[in-house]
């Protein structure tokens, strides 16, 4: 059991997912808005310190946190997007 654990861990890639937040400015309307990127981070899987079942677990759950995030970072891009188009038209 503990050889099939290690092979998976070692096949699989550990990452997490998260919304991250960036400003841009935009020169046409001199504003600066807000928007949402998705950004992962690695964790150290491939170095075989992923031995037991509840790390596998987490590694099972990466799909389910990026489809969460992802649909953060969707909902408040549109946000973002209808306050710069707002305040681009109040600067006009």
Same mark, same amino acid.
């Not at 998976?8 to 928007?35: H, R, S, V, W």
């Not at 949402?36 to 170095?47: A, T, W």
């Not at 596998?56 to 799909?63: G, V």
């Given at each position: 059991? +503990?050889?099939i654990?290690?092979?998976?861990a070692?096949?699989?890639?550990? %990452?997490?997912y #998260?919304?991250?937040q960036?400003? #841009?400015?935009d !020169?046409? %309307?001199?504003?600066?808005?807000?928007?949402?990127?998705l +950004?992962?981070?690695?964790?150290?899987m491939?170095?075989?310190s992923c031995?037991?079942?509840? %790390?596998? !677990?987490t590694?099972?759950? /990466?799909?389910?946190?990026?489809?969460? !995030?992802?649909? /953060?970072?969707?909902?408040?891009?549109?946000v973002?997007?209808?306050?710069?188009?707002g +305040?681009?038209i109040? +600067?006009?």
């Amino acid at each position: 059991m +503990k050889l099939i654990t290690g092979i998976i861990a070692f096949l699989l890639t550990g %990452c997490a997912y #998260y919304p991250k937040q960036i400003e #841009y400015y935009d !020169a046409e %309307c001199n504003i600066t808005y807000k928007k949402l990127i998705l +950004k992962n981070s690695e964790f150290g899987m491939r170095q075989g310190s992923c031995q037991n079942e509840a %790390c596998i !677990a987490t590694l099972l759950s /990466i799909p389910v946190q990026a489809l969460v !995030a992802g649909s /953060i970072v969707v909902a408040g891009n549109t946000v973002f997007w209808l306050e710069k188009e707002g +305040k681009c038209i109040l +600067k006009e």
